[in-house]
């Protein structure tokens, strides 16, 4: 045979799903994006198309439904343990079952004093966006958690200079400046077994997503670099059962307005928000002696 299968997944995509929970008057939102990959023993579904070790991806989106229902979804991480598990203990011919999901956020709308008010009115919370990645293969877990789109900006304590120039650079050092960028972050728990306690998720992510901003906020940047290592290393030293996180941050650049030509002096004052091109900082930040796991790449997790 002149050529052979080699790695082979396959499950269901973007399974959009809602949970309501009821508290009398008051209900709570969980708005969640499902997606469900399967690895084991496909190979002859490829080969000859037998399909008697395929569980549908129908069956998959439906499973999603069912254990929303059925389960309840506590938090993104602690829902996907409980899919993957399922679909590894309970199919056969499933190895190992891949879990991705996004939170999509909903805050209370908040009513004027005195009109009684409701407890089912909400607001999408912006383009920030509560990401994890669940991996079982029957004996260990791997659990990645994160964010998309948590967009900050320090009006000043930034500079740039010092780089390295040659006959093509024409960028000025700028020892006050805007610093902008929508942090991409992917942390790694050490948890990998159910012998071990299992983190407490919720609380993990707020602490984790406070010591980002913290970092962000506090450190005076001689670069996005510096700055990218010190919101890792918050992170890091800030929850001690996480081993890794990767960093993805665009340089989201500011030009000073050139306002002479209309007689005004600019003092730091107008900027022009430029989207592209843009820098494109990365980084992985580990704790001494783990070993790094998350791949890199913007598509990788």
Same mark, same amino acid.
């Given at each position: 045979?002149?050529?052979?299968?080699?790695?082979?997944?396959?499950?269901?995509?973007?399974?959009?799903?809602?949970?309501?929970?009821?508290?009398?008057?008051?209900?709570?939102?969980?708005?969640? =994006?499902?997606?469900?990959?399967?690895?084991?023993?496909?190979?002859?579904?490829?080969?000859?198309?037998?399909?008697?070790?395929?569980?549908?991806?129908?069956?998959?989106?439906? =499973?999603?439904?069912?254990?929303?229902?059925?389960?309840?979804?506590?938090?993104?991480?602690?829902?996907?343990?409980?899919?993957?598990?399922?679909?590894?203990?309970?199919?056969?011919?499933?190895?190992?079952?891949?879990?991705?999901?996004?939170?999509?956020?909903?805050?209370?709308?908040?009513?004027?004093?005195?009109?009684?008010?409701?407890?089912?009115?909400?607001?999408?919370?912006?383009?920030? =966006?509560?990401?994890?990645?669940?991996?079982?293969?029957?004996?260990?877990?791997?659990?990645?958690?994160?964010?998309?789109?948590?967009?900050?900006?320090?009006?000043?304590?930034?500079?740039?200079?010092?780089?390295?120039?040659?006959?093509?650079?024409?960028?000025?050092?700028?020892?006050?400046?805007?610093?902008? =960028?929508?942090?991409?972050?992917?942390?790694?728990?050490?948890?990998?077994?159910?012998?071990?306690?299992? *983190?407490?998720?919720?609380?993990?992510?707020?602490?984790?997503?406070?010591?980002?901003?913290?970092?962000?906020?506090?450190?005076?940047?001689?670069?996005?670099?510096?700055?990218?290592?010190?919101?890792?290393?918050?992170?890091?030293?800030?929850?001690?059962?996480?081993?890794?996180?990767?960093?993805?941050? *665009?340089?989201?650049?500011?030009?000073?307005?050139?306002?002479?030509?209309?007689?005004?002096?600019?003092?730091?004052?107008?900027?022009?928000?430029?989207?592209?091109?843009?820098?494109?900082?990365?980084?992985?930040?580990?704790?001494?002696?783990?070993?790094?796991?998350?791949? *890199?790449?913007?598509?990788?997790?």
């Amino acid at each position: 045979m002149p050529t052979i299968l080699g790695q082979n997944q396959y499950g269901k995509a973007g399974v959009r799903v809602v949970r309501v929970i009821r508290e009398g008057a008051v209900h709570h939102i969980k708005d969640l =994006t499902v997606s469900v990959t399967l690895a084991g023993e496909f190979d002859e579904a490829h080969y000859s198309g037998s399909n008697s070790g395929l569980l549908p991806t129908d069956t998959t989106k439906n =499973t999603v439904y069912a254990f929303a229902k059925e389960r309840g979804i506590a938090s993104a991480e602690e829902f996907g343990i409980e899919l993957a598990r399922h679909f590894v203990t309970s199919q056969p011919a499933v190895h190992r079952a891949g879990i991705r999901i996004e939170e999509h956020g909903w805050s209370r709308v908040e009513n004027s004093p005195g009109d009684g008010g409701t407890g089912h009115s909400f607001v999408r919370t912006g383009r920030e =966006t509560r990401v994890s990645r669940i991996g079982y293969d029957g004996e260990r877990w791997q659990v990645v958690s994160g964010l998309d789109g948590l967009t900050v900006l320090n009006s000043t304590d930034s500079e740039f200079s010092g780089y390295v120039k040659d006959r093509y650079t024409t960028l000025q050092e700028a020892y006050d400046r805007i610093l902008a =960028t929508d942090v991409r972050a992917r942390w790694r728990y050490s948890w990998a077994s159910d012998a071990t306690r299992a *983190p407490d998720w919720d609380t993990s992510y707020g602490q984790a997503r406070a010591n980002l901003l913290r970092a962000f906020a506090e450190t005076y940047s001689l670069s996005l670099q510096q700055t990218l290592y010190r919101m890792g290393a918050s992170v890091i030293e800030g929850d001690g059962e996480l081993d890794e996180i990767r960093l993805s941050l *665009p340089n989201n650049h500011h030009f000073l307005v050139d306002l002479a030509p209309f007689g005004l002096t600019n003092d730091h004052e107008v900027y022009l928000a430029a989207d592209r091109p843009h820098g494109l900082i990365e980084a992985t930040v580990l704790r001494d002696g783990a070993p790094s796991l998350i791949p *890199p790449g913007p598509g990788a997790v």
